[in-house]
């Protein structure tokens, strides 16, 4: 019954974390290039009072063992990169990846960080940055004097200026990709890290190399299913009460067993 109570505790706390999880999904159904994060669960070791094929006679053996379970836990989370929904959004330094990819950051410490979020701006140098300041790989500079901004599928970024006939090319973006995204470590402020299980990232123009391509214009919305992370929740919370009716019927037994004995 001692069993029993430690087992439902440790399914209770595997669904308090699978209930972490969906939170975090759903409090992020708006954030720009957002990915869907899974819980991923294992269970417990488990105690041999038989092994199957034990010998129970000269000629006999045993077709089952008997094992008792632990419980369960989360093991992990991995990420879902399907593609979100595009939002066109008129501006021409929002750029939506289409296809797979990540753009690359310069983080203060000198490391480059990975995001799908392309909401770019333009800080008082004329710098392509993200929201918080970052610079964009490569570093591409817009003119002060530029009075339109063009980003292609190909990553070419392109303005007009006056004074001089078509527009003229001042950067290409590239983007990164790699063998394992879900091996990618979360930073925050929808960022990514390399780690050594996601692999070396793979950097080209977009449209090359299994690359993506780029909308000008467009963001790419978070790929969080709303309706399936309440249907998630519902059996979160299901699980998490079911996992306490063990508890409370392990206490009633270890009562009744106690009373029985001071009786």
């Known amino acids: ?51 199957p094929g034990m010998q129970t006679s000269q000629n006999s053996q045993n077709p089952i063992g008997y094992q008792l379970g632990l419980g369960a836990y989360i093991d992990g989370t991995y990420g879902i990169f399907t593609q979100g929904n595009v939002q066109q959004t008129g501006n021409p330094l929002d750029v939506a990846i289409q296809g797979n990819g990540f753009f690359q950051v310069a983080m203060p410490d000198g490391t480059i960080a990975y995001t799908r979020n392309g ?59 790699f063998v394992n995204p879900a091996g990618l470590k979360r930073i925050g402020n929808n960022l990514f890290e390399q780690t050594q299980a996601s692999g070396n990232p793979i950097v080209s123009n977009p449209g090359t190399q299994g690359l993506g391509t780029l909308l000008s214009g467009y963001t790419e919305a978070s790929n969080v299913n709303i309706v399936n ?35």
């Not at 399914?11 to 999904?25: C, E, H, V």
């Not at 059996?235 to 067993?257: C, D, H, P, V, W």
């Open 229 to 263: 992370e309440m249907v998630n929740l519902i059996i979160a919370e299901r699980a998490y009460q079911f996992n306490s009716k063990g508890i409370n019927a392990a206490e009633s037994m270890l009562s009744t067993a106690a009373n029985l004995y001071t009786g």
């Open 1 to 51: 019954m001692f069993r029993a109570m430690w087992t439902s505790a440790a399914g209770m706390t595997a669904q308090q974390q699978n209930l972490d999880i969906i939170s975090n999904n759903m409090a992020n159904v708006n954030t720009v290039g957002y990915k869907q994060l899974q819980p991923v669960f294992d269970d417990l070791i488990y105690q041999t009072v038989k092994d």
């Open 119 to 177: 909401q770019f701006q333009l800080d008082a140098n004329g710098d392509l940055v993200t929201a918080d300041g970052y610079l964009i790989q490569p570093q591409i500079t817009v003119p002060p004097n530029a009075t339109s901004v063009n980003i292609g599928p190909d990553g070419t970024v392109a303005v007009t200026i006056p004074g001089q006939q078509g527009v003229q090319t001042v950067g290409q973006l590239q983007m990164a990709n």
